[in-house]
Nanobody
């Protein structure tokens, strides 16, 4: 069974931090590029951050640049998204997705990702 599972979401005050985890079950993420996406109520899903299979290349949406950090922990077969200085507009369901790409782009259109997690809710409010 091949699955991705997100965890670490919750409710925080503006300026707070959360660390999301994307853990793989049934396969290794070593050779997969990973993307984090989010979807807020009434809005389309948007890309947040991407990381190459090696972890050597990353990309961030302008809205989160400087506040979020994506990284890989291959020993735990996990990709992390550290979110600092959270804002109310960061409120959304966050998803991770994986696609097997050893070479190529860091980020891909969402319809090219093979595996998706169930999502984890992030709520930022006073």
């Amino acid at each position: 069974q091949l699955q991705l599972v997100e965890s670490g979401g919750g409710s925080v005050q503006p300026g707070g931090s959360l660390r999301l985890s994307c853990a793989a079950s049934g396969f290794t993420l070593d050779y997969y590029a990973i993307g984090w996406f989010r979807q807020a109520p009434g809005k389309e899903r948007e890309g947040v951050s991407c990381i190459s299979s090696s972890g050597g290349s990353t990309n961030y949406a302008d809205s989160v640049k400087g506040r979020f950090t994506i990284s890989r922990d291959n020993a735990k077969n996990t990709v992390l998204l550290q979110m600092n200085s959270l804002k109310p507009e960061d409120t959304a369901v966050y998803y991770c997705a994986a696609v097997p790409r050893v070479l190529g782009y860091v980020c891909y259109p969402d319809d090219e990702y093979d595996y998706w997690g169930q999502g984890t809710q992030v709520t930022v409010s006073s």
